[in-house]
């Protein structure tokens, strides 16, 4: 027992998540955490009411139903229809899981077997590497590169094997803030018909979008069933730490996923739920009105860092900018940059290299959040203009 490592080898180089440690940065130094995507303020206070009116009401204390309660299942099947017009039964098309990373979890684990391979685009967000792992999968990584991001179709064509078994894909994409187009989707549905694929889409940023519009790739011809989307409450609605989110798709592909998720948390949030049901339902003037003030935040931070001397990359969509500090720091990478840079002007970032297999494609960008108040964006973009420039 003793010559075998205690971690599970699939997971290896799978430690303590950039987040993590970056967090913890900030707290022992006290600096603006602009790494984690997180809001510094809560959502709206109807909804924070209706958890409160849930907790004391005694629903969703004990279990809930394990698919999750009707109420919610409704308004997000209600949501599909309102905004995408797509239908789906609330009792057989939807699932609702601890968060958008249960489901991915739960989709990886339900779909995959050993051996197969999962084409996605690099940077990923981390969990879907331990995902992919966990299932026995191997991960086939799609570069987005600067300054645009954009797919390259042609690749991903050929990158299909016989292997292949799924397709992984985020859009708006976390962390470049890149959003497909109807053009990319359309040829992105159809590699998978073509080859047969399955599809799990994270969609969790879909109300995020500052430029373009946000198209389920399951409402393309072909999709429906053979597509997973999945989305959640947290980044829509400012409410990160209920960890409510959901799946959507064919009767037969939900099966799978709650087979799997089942096993996985059974049920959570529940009081939340109940909330959630009724964030969904709020007016189009909230979500308009919404992803207006983040794109003031993009671009009242992007000003900022573009006056320290950051090379930035403007995001479509999402929490995040992308920048490059090839000029800020000759050769410096990434993730030395970052570490140094809470106690040298108390500010935290992200280094998008640790979200790449091939970190040289990554290895001068930095990622920021600009989910925070003004006046904590415009403190941290002082600070680091007193930086580097004096």
Request: charged share 20%.
């Amino acid at each position: 027992m003793r010559d075998r490592p205690l971690l599970n080898r699939r997971l290896d180089g799978l430690g303590t998540t950039i987040f993590a440690e970056m967090s913890a940065l900030a707290l022992s130094t006290g600096a603006i955490n602009l790494g984690q995507g997180f809001p510094d303020t809560d959502g709206p206070e109807s909804v924070r009411e209706a958890a409160v009116r849930a907790l004391r009401g005694g629903r969703g204390n004990q279990y809930p139903p394990g698919p999750g309660v009707p109420e919610l299942r409704r308004a997000v099947a209600d949501h599909q229809r309102r905004f995408y017009g797509l239908d789906f039964d609330p009792d057989t098309e939807v699932l609702v899981t601890a968060g958008a990373t249960e489901a991915i979890a739960a989709a990886m684990l339900a779909l995959l077997e050993p051996g197969d391979e999962v084409i996605a685009f690099e940077p990923f967000y981390d969990s879907y590497a331990a995902c992919i792992a966990m299932a026995g999968a191997v991960r086939v990584p799609l570069t987005l590169r600067a300054p645009d991001f954009r797919p390259d179709l042609a690749a991903l064509r050929a990158a299909v094997t016989p292997r292949t078994r799924l397709l992984l894909l985020n859009s708006p994409h976390n962390p470049t803030g890149m959003v497909l187009t109807p053009a990319e989707l359309t040829e992105i549905a159809a590699i998978a018909v073509d080859h047969d694929l399955l599809v799990v889409t994270d969609e969790v940023y879909e109300h995020l979008v500052f430029d373009g519009v946000h198209t389920p790739l399951i409402s393309l011809p072909g999709m429906r069933d053979r597509t997973v989307s999945i989305s959640s409450a947290g980044k829509t609605f400012s409410f990160t730490g209920w960890k409510v989110g959901w799946v959507t798709g064919s009767r037969e592909l939900v099966a799978a996923v709650r087979t799997t998720k089942q096993f996985l948390t059974y049920v959570a949030s529940g009081p939340f739920q109940y909330a959630v049901a009724e964030a969904l339902a709020l007016p189009d003037a909230y979500y308009a009105d919404f992803a207006a003030d983040l794109r003031a935040k993009r671009d009242l931070l992007t000003a900022g860092l573009r006056d320290a001397g950051f090379r930035t990359y403007e995001p479509q969509g999402t929490y995040f900018i992308t920048t490059d500090i090839t000029e800020l720091a000759p050769g410096t990478d990434a993730l030395t940059f970052c570490r140094a840079l809470p106690e040298r002007c108390g500010v935290v970032a992200v280094p998008n290299s640790v979200f790449y297999d091939h970190p040289t494609a990554g290895r001068t960008q930095v990622r920021f959040a600009f989910c925070k108040r003004p006046e904590v964006l415009t403190d941290a973009a002082d600070r680091l203009r007193t930086a580097f420039n004096g």
